[in-house]
């Protein structure tokens, strides 16, 4: 399976995204920008409060499983 940790810092978060978001955009597109955010934020697992909140912003992903 997969392994996952928490840290404190949301930057840790910008790589695994810019991976997420290479792999549905192999080059810089704005007309698939939103939908490639939207898709990103449907995958994400929420984790804490329901809906997006101020700790894990819309949840987890995992970028293995993002298409």
Known sequence: ????CA???SSFAAPVIAV???RMM?????S???KAEAELEKQAKDVGAPGRDSV???GVIEP???D
Request: charged residues 10%.
């Open 1 to 4: 399976g997969v392994q996952t």
């Open 56 to 58: 894990f912003g819309y």
């Open 64 to 66: 293995t499983t993002v």
């Open 20 to 22: 997420a978001l290479a």
């Open 7 to 9: 840290l404190p810092i």
């Open 26 to 30: 192999p080059r810089p597109d704005k």
């Open 32 to 34: 698939l920008a939103s």
